[in-house]
């Protein structure tokens, strides 16, 4: 993996030159850590649990994902995903590397 590649989840499990797969495991009330997405991607939850996408500026975008749940995002600006659940939580994050 590329030094320069910010960390957006846990463990990158697979990388070619078009896709960089990662795990993100956030322990109960954990959070990950700030970072920015350079491209576009999707995130497949496999572990359920209230969560909330937190903004640099304070904002909260609570999420409360059941597993399975699947969404496509835009690059966009810095924020960590907050475990906001007495449970562990975990997705998949699929960065699309070719979308710049």
């Given at each position: 993996?590329?030094?320069?590649?910010?960390?957006?989840?846990?463990?990158?499990?697979?990388?070619?030159?078009?896709?960089?797969?990662w795990?993100?495991?956030?322990?109960?009330?954990?959070?990950?850590?700030?970072?920015?997405?350079?491209?576009?991607y999707r995130?497949?939850?496999?572990?359920?649990?209230?969560?909330?996408?937190e903004?640099?500026?304070?904002?909260?975008?609570?999420?409360?994902?059941?597993?399975?749940?699947?969404?496509?995002?835009?690059?966009?600006?810095?924020?960590?995903?907050?475990?906001?659940?007495?449970?562990?939580?975990?997705?998949?994050?699929?960065?699309?590397?070719?979308?710049?």
């Amino acid at each position: 993996m590329d030094a320069h590649v910010e960390q957006v989840g846990t463990t990158v499990i697979y990388q070619d030159d078009h896709v960089r797969v990662w795990i993100l495991d956030l322990p109960p009330r954990g959070a990950s850590q700030w970072h920015e997405h350079h491209c576009g991607y999707r995130f497949v939850v496999t572990r359920t649990g209230p969560v909330a996408t937190e903004y640099r500026d304070g904002r909260m975008e609570p999420q409360d994902d059941q597993v399975g749940d699947t969404s496509y995002r835009q690059p966009d600006e810095s924020h960590r995903l907050v475990n906001l659940g007495d449970s562990p939580y975990q997705n998949v994050v699929i960065e699309f590397l070719g979308s710049r």
